[in-house]
């Protein structure tokens, strides 16, 4: 599944459809989503 | 696939393990303070819900509710339990990262969907076909993705098959 930013109780994520573009510098491919670094996203 | 998640404020202090998905009847059978659940056709094991968890493991008093991934050595724990309970099924500890950074290689329209993208999804030495309805999805962009074995805030656990919802006709 790909997650929208809502569907993981991210802060301030956006209250309608849509998934997360992560910046290219957030994270290696493959890596575990830093949830506590995905709070800053919105 | 192990999939636990814990809840005080909202369940009590139990701990709840999910194996499989329950696709039928269940068989709930309860001995000492754990309560295994099975298919009632084929008995498979769907999974344990340990009550007075935080007995067995105190960390859990500082765990957030939701999704708790186990370590080996807190299921190597909870599988002696089992067994002084009397239950033979034994859990398999499963720590890899459920939400993970993905890479979108292409996509293209769904045959059968007006708003649905068939993805291919490059995440740790493996490519998944995920389906998508998001209205911005795009290639070449990285994405967050839960894999099998995710729990969604929501409660919703995406189990193995679910993200491929399309098969190329071969």
């Given at each position: 599944m790909i997650c929208a930013g809502r569907e993981l109780n991210l802060a301030?994520?956006?209250?309608?459809?849509?998934?997360?573009?992560?910046?290219?510098?957030?994270?290696?491919?493959?890596?575990?989503?830093?949830?506590e670094k995905g709070n800053h996203l919105f | 696939m192990l999939i636990a998640s814990y809840n005080k404020a909202g369940m009590g202090d139990v701990l709840v393990t999910m194996v499989a998905p329950t696709t039928g009847e269940q068989v709930v059978t309860t001995k000492d303070d754990v309560t295994q659940m099975t298919l009632a056709d084929n008995g498979q094991l769907l999974g344990y819900n340990f009550f007075n968890a935080s007995a067995l493991l105190p960390e859990l008093a500082d765990q957030a509710a939701g999704q708790v991934v186990l370590t080996a050595a807190q299921v190597a724990t909870l599988n002696d339990h089992l067994a002084s309970a009397g239950f033979d099924a034994q859990l398999v500890a499963d720590e890899t990262p459920k939400f993970v950074i993905g890479y979108v290689e292409s996509m293209e329209a769904h045959p059968k969907s007006d708003h649905l993208q068939i993805t291919q999804v490059q995440v740790d030495g493996e490519t998944l076909q995920i389906v998508c309805g998001s209205p911005n999805i795009t290639d070449n962009v990285k994405v967050i993705v839960a894999k099998p074995g995710a729990m969604m805030p929501s409660g919703q656990v995406i189990w193995p098959g679910e993200l491929v919802a399309y098969q190329v006709p071969g």
């Open positions: 301030n994520a956006p209250q309608k459809p849509g998934c997360v573009i992560l910046p290219d510098d957030f994270g290696a491919t493959g890596d575990a989503f830093d949830f | -």
